[in-house]
């Protein structure tokens, strides 16, 4: 994308935000006191407030900084949601096996990095556009794989098989990584009440995710 830049919002910060993720439902109410819902976004989208993230004038600077090279809402950049940034448990180390793929189907070279939610009744599948560089492994049914036969690319979340090492049919194709949310800024206008911010208040920062 080249509205986005590929760099991080400062971590220190981001660490200390507040957000998640949001869906958009319809519910409509009908005349036996039931009702009817659908979901309206296939896919759900984060929202982040970065303000509770600044304690010090220095990091208030460096966001300043960050927003004015970014243009407020004009280019997006990589956000680390501190509570969901990795393909497996909270407090693990990634694996080459923590999510599946895909299948192999002996001519198939690329296939898109994932995370799947749930598994009991219906599982949301999401895609993962931002991996962070050297923490990706990739295996075949179990086996790591390691360059030339396999690369990454960390602007766009596909994994791509050298010729020689394409996966076979009905092989299964798994990965583990950390990664980043593609986000930009929700406002063109940073407010910040200095002498607030000198007794404790929080500047206003929203950040919001860009759907792949």
């Known amino acids: 994308m080249s509205d986005f830049h590929e760099v991080r919002f400062p971590l220190d910060v981001s660490l200390g935000g507040r957000g998640g993720p949001e869906r958009r439902t319809e519910i409509v109410a009908l005349g036996s006191n039931r009702e009817s819902r659908n979901a309206r976004w296939?896919?759900?989208?984060?929202?982040?407030?970065?303000?509770?993230g600044v304690k010090s004038l220095a990091q208030l600077s460096q966001i300043i900084a960050f927003f004015e090279e970014r243009r407020g809402r004009l280019y997006g950049f990589r956000w680390r949601d501190r509570a969901d940034f990795a393909s497996c448990a909270a407090g693990a180390t990634p694996g080459p096996t923590d999510q599946t793929l895909g299948a192999g189907d002996g001519a198939r070279a690329a296939f898109h990095l994932?995370?799947?939610?749930?598994?009991a009744f219906a599982p949301y599948t999401r895609d993962i556009a931002k991996p962070v560089a050297g923490t990706v492994r990739v295996a075949i049914d179990g086996v790591e794989k390691s360059a030339p036969d396999v690369s990454v690319d960390v602007t766009t979340g596909v994994v791509t098989f050298a010729p020689g090492a394409i996966p076979s049919e009905g092989a299964v194709v798994a990965a583990g990584f950390l990664f980043d949310v593609p986000a930009r800024f929700d406002s063109d206008y940073l407010e910040i009440d200095m002498q607030a911010f000198e007794a404790g208040s929080i500047p206003n920062i929203p950040i919001i995710e860009i759907v792949p």
């Not at 994932?114 to 598994?119: I, N």
Request: glycine share 18%; proline share 0%; no cysteine.
């Open 42 to 52: 296939a896919h759900s989208r984060r929202r982040y407030e970065a303000g509770y």
């Open 114 to 119: 994932v995370k799947t939610y749930g598994g």
